[in-house]
């Protein structure tokens, strides 16, 4: 009788298990991505803030590329 039991209960116990490590991998990914998003802001930050000291724009950026491209 109480092998019936323990067998009854595996297929329980597989799905807990499963359902535990599917868990465990969604909140690692959405947490790695949450961190990635972060340091990704972080480093536009960073390049915007250096090309504010440089004094050079974005915009003005963005405008010398384009206009490069049409003298050549």
Do not use: W
């Amino acid at each position: 009788m109480s092998n019936q039991i323990r067998l009854e209960a595996v297929p329980l116990l597989v799905v807990i298990l499963i359902g535990a490590h599917v868990l465990a991998l969604v909140l690692s990914c959405s947490f790695s991505i949450s961190i990635s998003a972060a340091i990704m802001n972080m480093v536009e930050g960073i390049i915007f803030d250096t090309y504010d000291e440089i004094g050079v724009g974005v915009l003005d950026l963005s405008a010398s590329k384009s206009e490069a491209t049409h003298e050549a």
